[in-house]
Each structure stands twice: as C-alpha cells, then as structure tokens.
C-alpha cells in the first residue's frame, strides 16, 4: 500500500513495481525524492541490498 510522503523525509524508494510512477500520478502523492526502479526477481529480501550497496561501492559509477 502507497503511503503520503512526508517533505521532509527525503527518502529514495526502492521499486519492483513498473506502475509505481503511475500510482502516484492517479493517486495525486507527493513524489519521494527518489525511485530506483529494479528490473529482476531477488532470490531472497537481501539480494536488492547487496547489490546496491557494491554499486555504491564502484569506482566511477
């Protein structure tokens, strides 16, 4: 469930959801700071985690 955004948050969504743009657009939410939209299926609730945090990791990127 889509929860209001609260301003001062300033939290970056993490999504596997393609729609979400959309649901905020229908809904009228306010839009979080950010949406890094991730195209796969995790093998397990960590596996997002761990990939993120060696992007951030990455030299260059």
Do not use: K, W
């Not at 949406?35 to 993120?52: D, G, K, W």
């Amino acid at each position: 469930m889509l929860r209001p955004v609260n301003a001062d948050e300033q939290r970056v969504i993490l999504m596997f959801d393609r729609a979400y743009g959309e649901l905020i657009y229908r809904l009228r939410l306010r839009s979080p700071r950010g949406v890094i939209y991730l195209r796969f299926r995790p093998h397990t609730p960590e596996e997002p985690a761990s990939i993120l945090l060696n992007l951030l990791q990455t030299e260059g990127l």
